[in-house]
């Protein structure tokens, strides 16, 4: 007779709640995945929006759909989005 102090959730085993939970997690993530769709990048400007200088190239390699250069974008983050322009 086994001991059922090792099953106590209706006959289940840890392993067995942890594979369950496994599946369900697993289930959905590949829900969540399935109805994912990427947001748009925008191409990265070559000209700073806000001051209209050159952005460098590396840096609108690095940050895709950068849109100024480092010195707005760090104006910009400082002040917030109600001062895009
Ligand atoms: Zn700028």
Avoid at 60 to 76: D, K, M, S, T, W
């Amino acid at each position: 007779m086994p001991s059922t102090s090792t099953r106590p959730l209706g006959g289940l085993t840890v392993a067995d709640i942890a594979d369950l939970a496994n599946d369900r997690a697993q289930w959905h993530l590949d829900l969540v995945l399935s109805a994912h769709v990427p947001a748009p990048v925008c191409e990265s400007l070559e000209d700073c929006r806000s001051c209209g200088g050159p952005i460098p190239e590396l840096r609108r390699l690095a940050v895709a759909g950068c849109q100024r250069c480092i010195e707005c974008q760090g104006y910009f983050e400082r002040k917030g989005a109600r001062y895009a322009g």
